[in-house]
């Protein structure tokens, strides 16, 4: 019962570069979230799914892309980073609409050299 | 625009004694208010939640405390232990769809013996 999985774990890249994170949940949520963690600013959403083949923007979208071609998978894109990306990255999902906590992945730390 | 302001920024508690975190929202459709829970390289997670139908939620020694006229609403730690020292967001959302957590900045809690 793994709950939410997210890979790499740590990243480095250089200014320019692309990547992409990964995120797994078995549990059948139907609603995925990526937030970003920096210090002092808490944890600030950047986009979401409410089911499979869905994505809306959250409150910092800009420089990301995110997919949800599977209803357990949900990526996140980067498509040309910048040192400001740097950041701790957390998947998370719940199964329905508010009322459930949200169960988080252990989170990536990545770092745009 | 920071729609959930959260209080103190850090706070240092001697074994025993009370903490005490603060949180404060502007948006009033939000109606679920969660307490998230971090320890240093895990995920976020869910610790006590309250809706705003009641003014107060206790769960062990974790206690929300819930003002819906003040738009205020904090969380009390009670005998507090070294095993506590975590950082500790607060949450809040509308429960409909599409529903989103919007998080505090984080306090930072230290337990001291």
Redesign the interface.
């Known amino acids: 019962n793994a709950g939410v999985t997210q890979t790499p774990k740590f990243r480095v890249l250089k200014t320019g570069q692309s990547m992409t994170l990964l995120c797994a949940q078995d549990m059948n949520h139907e609603y995925m979230y990526w937030y970003r963690q920096d210090p002092g600013m808490g944890l600030r959403l950047i986009h979401y799914s409410v089911g499979e083949g869905t994505t809306a923007k959250g409150e910092v979208p800009d420089g990301y892309n995110v997919s949800r071609l599977k209803k357990q998978n949900f990526l996140l894109g980067l498509e040309s980073a910048a040192p400001s990306q740097t950041s701790v990255y957390f998947c998370a999902s719940t199964f329905s609409a508010g009322i459930y906590g949200y169960t988080f992945g252990s989170g990536t730390r990545l770092t745009v050299v | 625009q920071q729609q959930v302001k959260?209080s103190p920024?850090s706070l240092i508690v001697q074994k025993g004694g009370i903490s005490i975190i603060n949180c404060a929202y502007e948006n009033t459709a939000f109606?679920?208010f969660?307490w998230?829970q971090q320890f240093p390289?895990?995920?976020?997670?869910?610790l006590i939640?309250i809706r705003p139908d009641v003014s107060e939620k206790k769960e062990g020694r974790f206690t929300i405390s819930f003002n819906k006229s003040a738009k205020q609403f904090s969380l009390h730690i009670m005998d507090s232990q070294p095993g506590d020292s975590a950082t500790y967001?607060c949450a809040a959302?509308?429960?409909?769809?599409?529903?989103?957590?919007?998080?505090?900045?984080?306090t930072r809690l230290q337990v001291t013996l």
């Open positions: 959260q920024q109606d679920y969660p998230y390289g895990k995920g976020p997670a869910l939640a967001f959302t509308t429960t409909g769809t599409a529903s989103k957590l919007t998080f505090g900045t984080g």
